[in-house]
């Protein structure tokens, strides 16, 4: 869904949105599981400067919902993680990015951001928004064992066989606890 300036030049646009699992293309790192909901509005701010110079924001202001898979770090495999947020964001052309030294407007209120061309993507928007939400690593559960540093198996499937002690030092050492015991 493109927000465009000629349109929010008419009028704010609501939005309630669904995009279908797998439709938001996140990379290798993650994989969107869930439908992912999302609804606001985008509207456009005009910012005015000295003179007749008139720079065209658009705000897009909403909230999300979904799940996506991710790795776990330690085992890798498959996590499945609910993610949500809220937006407040702000878009001004990409012209304006070399003067801006120029633009002054609240920039607390908003994150900013710039738009090339007719407009801001809701797809876009989103796609960032999740990248954003994502956890910096994730783990199928707390005791995840991880995988053997030597074979490669995932521990918490069964001990593999390198676990078990199979340098003859230690057997030597098991016999002398033998002994001793005698
Ligand atoms: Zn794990
Ligand atoms: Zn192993």
Redesign the pocket.
Known sequence: MLFSLHDLELRKIEFAETYAPGKIDLGEEAVQKAPLTAEGRAELLEEHHGGKQVVKDIRVVGKFATQVELR??????P?VQELSGDFDLLYRPLSTMQREDDVSINEAESEIGYYKGEGVELEEVLKEQIFLALPMQI???EE???LCAQCGQ?K?MGECSCAKPSDPRWAALAGLKDKLKQ
Do not use: D, Q
């Not at 776990?72 to 495999?77: K, M, S």
């Open positions: 776990c770090a330690r085992c890798v495999e996590v783990l199928c559960t995840c064992k991880g995932n918490n």
